[in-house]
């Protein structure tokens, strides 16, 4: 594992998201291969299920933030603006509980395995709380510019 720097920036100011669909509370630190992130599981939230808890379907959202929280360090760094990613898609997603209890802090680690000139990624992601562990692979994609390659499938509607 690489040295961690722990971020100075909110996640607000690290994704491309908005309101209530930020779901992590904070970046505990990042590195030039990977990211370390937490949420606390509170009730109200767009997922929540009716006790409060989050579906453990949920940890595949939150490991892509905690991706994208990646992307916007590197970018932040850089001196550069924080741009549009996708999700692909994910393989080998495992976790041992259906929901994550209200109350529940959850640490999320991405680790980067592979990224290519194109904008191709593929991340190592594990997610950890009370007696819970997910971990799934995540392959994502940031096109160059993201903004002009979001134009140019506007102008083909």
């Not at 030039?32 to 595949?60: K, Q």
């Not at 041992?96 to 991405?110: D, K």
């Not at 980067?112 to 904008?119: E, I, Y």
């Not at 392959?139 to 506007?154: D, K, T």
């Amino acid at each position: 594992m690489t040295s961690m720097t722990p971020s100075p920036w909110p996640p607000a100011d690290l994704l491309p998201h908005a309101g209530d669909m930020i779901l992590i509370d904070e970046v505990l630190g990042f590195g030039d291969e990977e990211i370390r992130t937490r949420i606390s599981v509170r009730a109200g939230g767009l997922f929540n299920r009716p006790d409060g808890s989050l579906p453990a379907w949920v940890g595949v959202e939150l490991m892509a933030q905690s991706v994208a929280a990646y992307a916007g360090c590197q970018a932040r760094v850089k001196g550069e603006a924080v741009e549009l990613g996708f999700l692909l898609g994910t393989r080998k997603f495992e976790c041992n509980v259906e929901h994550f209890p209200i109350g529940s802090e959850l640490i999320i680690h991405a680790q980067r395995s592979l990224q290519d000139d194109s904008g191709m990624g593929v991340f190592e992601c594990h997610l950890s709380g009370p007696g819970i562990e997910a971990s799934a692979r995540l392959n994502v994609y940031r096109p160059p510019q993201s903004a002009s390659y979001l134009a140019e499938g506007a102008d083909n509607d």
